[in-house]
């Protein structure tokens, strides 16, 4: 019963490094999202992906980037982190675009 | 852009006592969800509301849709120190394929 799985949980990145996070779902969903979740601001929507191969923009997708080659990953990459990129990154993912979120366990990320 | 509010921002009560949390929007939603999250882990849905003024009761825990469907609200009955946790509304739209989240509702019951 594995759901939503992120890699890595933690990880700290110097300005300008880039990191990739992975999200795996093993519930064959078609939406797949990655949030930020900040103190005090709830979760907001960085990107999602409706199926295999399309990714869209969410609320907040400046600095980063996603991809879907595989129904069930969908990736986070921060090209050049900067430091208004800590935050912990939660995925999710459902089977249609207004069902249940399942949620991951997050990965926490600070740039120092 | 949808945005939900979520009021209050953080609520600390005493074990027995009884509190509403409320989520407003000027949008109006095709579902509305609550979640539940506590420290460490990600967010797990509580109910789904789809109908205007639909109440759905939960053991202690009481959620009603507006008649508008632009706003929802939470009631705890008797809080328990395990009710402590952050409380997150989100809404959709049909055919959006995203929720958007409102900022949530920090609760902590003390015992």
């Known amino acids: 019963n594995a759901g939503v799985t992120q890699t890595p949980k933690f990880r700290v990145l110097k300005t300008g490094q880039s990191m990739t996070l992975l999200c795996a779902q093993d519930?064959?969903?078609?939406?797949m999202y990655w949030y930020r979740q900040d103190p005090g601001m709830g979760l907001r929507l960085i990107h999602y992906?409706?199926?295999?191969?399309?990714?869209a923009k969410g609320e907040v997708p400046d600095g980063y980037n996603v991809s879907r080659l595989k129904k069930q990953n969908f990736l986070l990459g921060l090209e050049s982190a900067a430091p208004s990129q800590t935050s912990v990154y939660f995925c999710a993912s459902r089977w249609g675009g207004a069902g249940e979120l399942f949620f991951g366990e997050g990965s926490r990320l600070t740039v120092l | 852009t949808q945005l939900l509010e979520q009021s209050p921002q953080f609520l600390s009560i005493q074990e027995g006592e009884n509190l509403t949390v409320y989520c407003n929007s000027s949008s109006v939603f095709s579902s509305l969800q609550w979640y539940r999250q506590e420290p460490g882990e990600g967010p797990v849905l509580l109910v789904t509301?789809?109908?205007?003024?639909e109440v759905k009761k939960l053991k202690r825990l009481t959620f009603q849709f507006g008649d508008a469907r632009k706003d929802s609200s939470l009631h705890i009955t008797a809080a328990q120190p395990g009710d402590t946790g952050l409380y997150l509304c989100?809404?959709?739209?049909?055919?959006?394929?995203?929720?958007?989240f409102g900022d949530g509702t920090t609760l902590t019951v003390k015992p």
């Open positions: 989100a809404g959709a739209v049909a055919n959006a394929g995203k929720s958007t």
């Open positions: 519930m064959n969903h078609e939406y």
């Open positions: 992906s409706v199926g295999e191969g399309t990714t």
């Open positions: 509301v789809v109908t205007g003024g």
